[in-house]
C-alpha cells in the first residue's frame, strides 16, 4: 500500500533506488517551487502596470515567496518524520494547487502576493522532503551523487523558466503564466500521489521533534556539516547579489550582458554537479568535500588577487575565475547536504528543513549585503574578499567542527543500531 508507514523491505528499496521514474518524481518535487518563483518574474514589470502599484510592490510577489520557501522547509520537513514523507508531500503540494488557483482568480495584487506566499509554503514541501527521501533510499556515501544528479537535471528548468514566463506573458498575457503553473502543479501532485510509496524509516522510541532537534543540535558532525553547508551557498547568494551592481554600474556593461556571465556561472554549477555524480562511486563523501573545499578556496583567492591587482575590471576575469569557484561549490554542498542528514537517517526530514532554512533565510541577508558591497563600492575588491572570507569560514567547519571520519561513522552506527531496534520492536 502507498500510505504504508515504516521502511520499505529491502528489495522493495533497492527497487526504488534505481528507477527512473523515482528520479524524475525527486527531480519535480525539488523544482516545482523554484521554477514556479522564475517564471513570473519576467512579469513583474506588467503586474505593476496592469494593478497601479510601484514595482516594489510587485517585487513582493517574489520577496514573500522566498519566505514561504524558507518557512515551508523548516515545517515541512519535521512533519514528514512524524507522519510520512509521502502524506506530508501531498498536503503540500495540495496546497500549492489551491494556492494557484487563488492567484489565478486574484482581483488586486495583495490577493496575489498572500495566494503565491501559500504556493511556496506548499510547493517547497518538495525541496525538503525530496533530500530525506533520498536519504531513505539511498546509503551515505551515494547521498551526495543523487543530490548532485536531482540539482544537474533541475538546473535545466530554471535556466528555461524565465524565458518560458517570458514567452507566455507575451503571448497570452500574465495570467497564462499562472495558469500554466497551476496546472503544472496539478498534474505533479497527481504524479506523486499514483507513483511515490512511503519511504520513512520507523522512528526509534523516544523520537519525535524535540527529541530530534536534541540529539541533531549536539552533535559536531551535523553542525559542521549543516554551517559548511549553508556558508557554501552564502557564495551564490552573495556574487548573485552584488554581481548585476559591479558589471552594469562599475564596469559599464548592460544587464543583458550581465544575464549572460551570469549564466555561464549556473552552467559551471550544473558541470559541478555532474562532476560529482561522476567521481561519487570511487572516493568518500569527505574527500570530495575537501576537494571542493580546496578549489573554493583557490579560486575565491585568485578573484581577490584579480581584485588587488585591478584585472578583474573586465566580466572575463570575474566570471572566469568565478566559474571554478561554482563548480567546486556544487561538490561541498551537495556532499556536506549528503553528511548533515545522514547522521540521524530516520530525523533526516528535520535535518533538511533546518538546513534549507537557514540557507534561504541567511541567503536573503547576505544577497543585500552583496549589492550593498558591489553598489557602493568603485571596485570588486570588498565582494571579492567578502567572498574569500566565507569560503575559508566554509572550510574551517571541516577543520574544527566535523570529527574525524572514524568518529563520525561510529555516531552513524549507533544511530543506525537504535534505529534498527527500534524497528524490531
Given at each position: 500500500?502507498?500510505?504504508?508507514?515504516?521502511?520499505?523491505?529491502?528489495?522493495?528499496?533497492?527497487?526504488?533506488?534505481?528507477?527512473?521514474?523515482?528520479?524524475?518524481?525527486?527531480?519535480v518535487m525539488t523544482g516545482v517551487a523554484p521554477i514556479s518563483l522564475y517564471m513570473l518574474v519576467p512579469a513583474l514589470p506588467v503586474l505593476a502596470t496592469t494593478f497601479g502599484r510601484d514595482i516594489s510592490v510587485a517585487q513582493m510577489t517574489?520577496?514573500?515567496?522566498?519566505?514561504?520557501?524558507?518557512?515551508?522547509?523548516?515545517?515541512?520537513?519535521?512533519?514528514?518524520?512524524?507522519?510520512?514523507?509521502?502524506?506530508?508531500?501531498?498536503?503540500?503540494?495540495?496546497?500549492?494547487?489551491?494556492?494557484?488557483?487563488?492567484?489565478?482568480?486574484?482581483?488586486?495584487?495583495?490577493?496575489?502576493?498572500?495566494?503565491?506566499?501559500?504556493?511556496?509554503?506548499?510547493?517547497?514541501?518538495?525541496?525538503?522532503?525530496?533530500?530525506?527521501?533520498?536519504?531513505?533510499?539511498?546509503?551515505?556515501?551515494?547521498?551526495?551523487?543523487?543530490?548532485?544528479?536531482?540539482?544537474?537535471?533541475?538546473?535545466?528548468?530554471?535556466?528555461?523558466?524565465?524565458?518560458?514566463?517570458?514567452?507566455?506573458?507575451?503571448?497570452?498575457?500574465?495570467?497564462?503564466?499562472?495558469?500554466?503553473?497551476?496546472?503544472?502543479?496539478?498534474?505533479?501532485?497527481?504524479?506523486?500521489?499514483?507513483?511515490?510509496?512511503?519511504?520513512?524509516?520507523?522512528?526509534?522510541?523516544?523520537?519525535?521533534?524535540?527529541?530530534?532537534?536534541?540529539?541533531?543540535?549536539?552533535?559536531?558532525?551535523?553542525?559542521?556539516?549543516?554551517?559548511?553547508?549553508?556558508?557554501?551557498?552564502?557564495?551564490?547568494?552573495?556574487?548573485?547579489?552584488?554581481?548585476?551592481?559591479?558589471?552594469?554600474?562599475?564596469?559599464?556593461?548592460?544587464?543583458?550582458?550581465?544575464?549572460?556571465?551570469?549564466?555561464?556561472?549556473?552552467?559551471?554549477?550544473?558541470?559541478?554537479?555532474?562532476?560529482?555524480?561522476?567521481?561519487?562511486?570511487?572516493?568518500?563523501?569527505?574527500?570530495?568535500?575537501?576537494?571542493?573545499?580546496?578549489?573554493?578556496?583557490?579560486?575565491?583567492?585568485?578573484?581577490?588577487?584579480?581584485?588587488?591587482?585591478?584585472?578583474?575590471?573586465?566580466?572575463?576575469?570575474?566570471?572566469?575565475?568565478?566559474?571554478?569557484?561554482?563548480?567546486?561549490?556544487?561538490?561541498?554542498m551537495a556532499n556536506s547536504a549528503a553528511g548533515a542528514i545522514s547522521i540521524r537517517p530516520e530525523a533526516a526530514g528535520t535535518a533538511s528543513g533546518a538546513m534549507g532554512f537557514l540557507q534561504q533565510g541567511i541567503g536573503a541577508l547576505v544577497?543585500?549585503?552583496?549589492?550593498?558591497?558591489?553598489?557602493?563600492?568603485?571596485?570588486?575588491?570588498?565582494?571579492?574578499?567578502?567572498?574569500?572570507?566565507?569560503?575559508?569560514?566554509?572550510?574551517?567547519?571541516?577543520?574544527?567542527i566535523v570529527p574525524r571520519r572514524d568518529v563520525v561513522v561510529s555516531e552513524e552506527l549507533i544511530a543506525q543500531a537504535e534505529e534498527d531496534e527500534g524497528g524490531m520492536m
Amino acid at each position: 500500500m502507498h500510505g504504508m508507514m515504516g521502511k520499505p523491505p529491502m528489495a522493495a528499496t533497492e527497487k526504488l533506488a534505481t528507477s527512473k521514474v523515482m528520479l524524475l518524481m525527486l527531480v519535480v518535487m525539488t523544482g516545482v517551487a523554484p521554477i514556479s518563483l522564475y517564471m513570473l518574474v519576467p512579469a513583474l514589470p506588467v503586474l505593476a502596470t496592469t494593478f497601479g502599484r510601484d514595482i516594489s510592490v510587485a517585487q513582493m510577489t517574489v520577496s514573500l515567496y522566498m519566505v514561504g520557501i524558507a518557512l515551508s522547509q523548516l515545517i515541512m520537513g519535521p512533519l514528514s518524520d512524524r507522519f510520512g514523507r509521502r502524506p506530508v508531500l501531498l498536503g503540500g503540494l495540495g496546497l500549492m494547487v489551491v494556492s494557484g488557483i487563488a492567484s489565478v482568480f486574484a482581483e488586486n495584487l495583495p490577493q496575489l502576493i498572500a495566494a503565491r506566499f501559500f504556493q511556496a509554503l506548499g510547493g517547497a514541501s518538495g525541496m525538503v522532503i525530496s533530500r530525506a527521501i533520498i536519504r531513505d533510499l539511498y546509503p551515505r556515501e551515494r547521498v551526495g551523487a543523487m543530490i548532485s544528479l536531482v540539482v544537474a537535471a533541475l538546473m535545466v528548468g530554471q535556466m528555461v523558466s524565465p524565458l518560458t514566463g517570458g514567452l507566455l506573458e507575451t503571448a497570452f498575457g500574465w495570467r497564462a503564466v499562472l495558469y500554466f503553473i497551476t496546472g503544472a502543479s496539478l498534474v505533479i501532485t497527481i504524479f506523486i500521489a499514483l507513483a511515490l510509496p512511503e519511504t520513512k524509516r520507523d522512528r526509534v522510541e523516544g523520537g519525535g521533534f524535540r527529541g530530534d532537534v536534541g540529539k541533531l543540535f549536539t552533535n559536531r558532525a551535523f553542525i559542521g556539516y549543516l554551517l559548511c553547508q549553508v556558508l557554501a551557498s552564502q557564495i551564490i547568494f552573495a556574487f548573485a547579489g552584488g554581481g548585476p551592481y559591479i558589471v552594469v554600474t562599475q564596469m559599464g556593461r548592460n544587464s543583458a550582458e550581465y544575464g549572460a556571465w551570469f549564466a555561464c556561472t549556473g552552467f559551471a554549477y550544473l558541470v559541478g554537479n555532474l562532476l560529482c555524480v561522476r567521481f561519487a562511486p570511487r572516493h568518500s563523501l569527505e574527500k570530495l568535500i575537501w576537494f571542493g573545499l580546496a578549489l573554493q578556496v583557490g579560486g575565491s583567492l585568485l578573484n581577490l588577487i584579480w581584485s588587488f591587482m585591478g584585472v578583474n575590471q573586465a566580466p572575463a576575469w570575474l566570471f572566469g575565475t568565478q566559474m571554478i569557484v561554482m563548480v567546486a561549490n556544487a561538490f561541498v554542498m551537495a556532499n556536506s547536504a549528503a553528511g548533515a542528514i545522514s547522521i540521524r537517517p530516520e530525523a533526516a526530514g528535520t535535518a533538511s528543513g533546518a538546513m534549507g532554512f537557514l540557507q534561504q533565510g541567511i541567503g536573503a541577508l547576505v544577497s543585500q549585503f552583496g549589492a550593498y558591497l558591489g553598489g557602493h563600492y568603485a571596485s570588486t575588491l570588498p565582494l571579492m574578499s567578502a567572498i574569500f572570507a566565507i569560503s575559508v569560514a566554509c572550510a574551517c567547519t571541516m577543520i574544527f567542527i566535523v570529527p574525524r571520519r572514524d568518529v563520525v561513522v561510529s555516531e552513524e552506527l549507533i544511530a543506525q543500531a537504535e534505529e534498527d531496534e527500534g524497528g524490531m520492536m
